[in-house]
């Protein structure tokens, strides 16, 4: 097995998921801010040029960081990320989606529409990355509601993967220079833990 990453979002996401179950696997290092990604060689890889890519010891390729945790998952699976029964399962699925359309994508969005790395990669509308800069703190106030009962993750009493994805979208964060403002108490409170593990990928 080979993992192809690469200091970024979407690849702390399957770092963060390794560092939780302790696991080491032979990784190689593809550099995204000095363009490594979009080489033809490693487009022969991942036809996307992006990472984080698996790939196999009989050379199947997977990518997608959930695929890929999952995949892991299976392999190494304590502790669980994914939910050990099927309620914890359908609770962790339903959040780590919520995660990713509505606080990932948002802050995602904004770098893709700002960032010159990502100039020639779509067609930016700075008025687009604006909006979504503006709808951030609505999106925040959502999820500290959600969290105001007090439940220490996002998807309840145990860390999942759906904290990943809350991670990575806290590394855009930083990346955009936006920060979880401090009167969004529970999402703030959740903030400080995730910083505290030491699987927090470094920015
Ligand atoms: N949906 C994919 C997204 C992967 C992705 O967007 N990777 C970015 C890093 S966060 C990348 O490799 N970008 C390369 C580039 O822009 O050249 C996943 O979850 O793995």
Same mark, same amino acid.
């Given at each position: 097995?080979?993992?192809?990453?690469?200091?970024?979002? =979407?690849?702390?996401?399957?770092?963060?998921? *390794?560092?939780?179950? !302790?696991? #080491? @696997?032979? &990784?190689?290092? %593809?550099?995204?801010?000095?363009?490594?990604?979009?080489?033809?060689?490693?487009?022969?890889? =991942?036809?996307?040029?992006?990472?984080?890519? *698996?790939?196999?010891? !009989?050379? #199947? @390729?997977? &990518?997608?960081? %959930?695929?890929?945790?999952?995949?892991?998952?299976?392999?190494?699976?304590?502790?669980?990320?994914?939910?050990?029964?099927?309620?914890?399962?359908?609770?962790?699925?339903?959040?780590?989606?919520?995660?990713?359309?509505?606080?990932?994508?948002?802050?995602?969005?904004?770098?893709?529409?700002?960032?010159?790395?990502?100039?020639?990669?779509?067609?930016?509308?700075?008025?687009?990355?604006?909006?979504?800069?503006?709808?951030?703190?609505?999106?925040?106030?959502?999820?500290?509601?959600?969290?105001?009962?007090?439940?220490?993750?996002?998807?309840?009493?145990?860390?999942?993967?759906?904290?990943?994805?809350?991670?990575?979208?806290?590394?855009?964060?930083?990346?955009?220079?936006?920060?979880?403002?401090?009167?969004?108490?529970?999402?703030?409170?959740?903030?400080?833990?995730?910083?505290?593990?030491?699987?927090?990928?470094?920015?």
């Amino acid at each position: 097995m080979k993992l192809y990453n690469g200091f970024s979002p =979407n690849g702390a996401r399957v770092a963060v998921f *390794l560092a939780e179950k !302790d696991v #080491t @696997i032979p &990784t190689a290092d %593809v550099s995204v801010l000095k363009g490594e990604t979009r080489t033809p060689e490693f487009r022969k890889i =991942n036809s996307l040029g992006q990472v984080p890519v *698996l790939e196999l010891d !009989d050379g #199947t @390729i997977l &990518t997608e960081s %959930v695929a890929i945790c999952r995949y892991l998952e299976s392999l190494y699976p304590k502790p669980s990320l994914f939910g050990e029964d099927a309620l914890a399962q359908a609770r962790i699925e339903m959040w780590n989606r919520r995660m990713e359309r509505h606080i990932f994508d948002t802050v995602g969005n904004v770098g893709m529409h700002e960032m010159p790395l990502f100039a020639d990669q779509i067609e930016q509308i700075p008025e687009y990355a604006a909006s979504l800069r503006r709808r951030f703190a609505a999106k925040l106030s959502w999820l500290d509601a959600e969290m105001a009962d007090g439940r220490p993750f996002i998807a309840g009493d145990t860390f999942s993967v759906a904290d990943i994805t809350g991670m990575a979208a806290l590394m855009v964060c930083h990346f955009i220079e936006e920060k979880v403002p401090t009167d969004f108490e529970h999402v703030k409170a959740w903030e400080d833990r995730m910083r505290a593990r030491p699987s927090w990928p470094k920015t």
